[in-house]
């Protein structure tokens, strides 16, 4: 699926974001998410898309991310507690082998699943 055939909502300063059915993609707009105001923007950005949007389905593709600190984990974890308390699912795509290796040593992996592209984790929903 390209992204012309996607439906984007709104504009976000960190995150581009799509409506694909009922699924909610976010694409990040930077490859290094380590600033703390930056990450703090893009924790509200995301929460917002729960709590004003009411979206359950989310799919957060990490296509461009090269970097990623331990705060933007956090942000990750909260976003994942919040959609859960909804009865809905944040599922990853699409990212960088180093930060997949983050991902298992924190063992995020067991917490979302994660698909190698966009297509195979939106035929998951």
């Keep these: 699926m390209t992204q012309s055939d996607n439906v984007k909502l709104g504009e976000f300063r960190h995150i581009d974001v799509y409506e694909v059915d009922d699924v909610t993609v976010v694409h990040f707009k930077e490859s290094r998410i380590t600033d703390d105001l930056g990450i703090q923007e893009l924790g509200q950005e995301l929460f917002s898309l729960v709590d004003q949007g009411n979206r359950t389905k989310l799919l ?6 090269q ?3 331990s705060g933007a984990l ?3 974890r909260a976003l ?3 959609v859960s308390k909804r009865g809905g699912v944040v599922k990853l795509c699409s990212i960088n082998p180093n930060i997949y290796e983050v991902f298992k040593i924190t063992r995020f992996d067991t917490i979302f699943q ?3 592209t966009e297509a195979d984790a939106l035929a998951s929903f």
């Design 60 to 65: 957060l593709n990490f296509a461009n991310v």
């Design 67 to 69: 970097f990623l600190s």
């Design 74 to 76: 956090g942000k990750l």
């Design 80 to 82: 994942e507690n919040r």
């Design 114 to 116: 994660i698909f190698k």
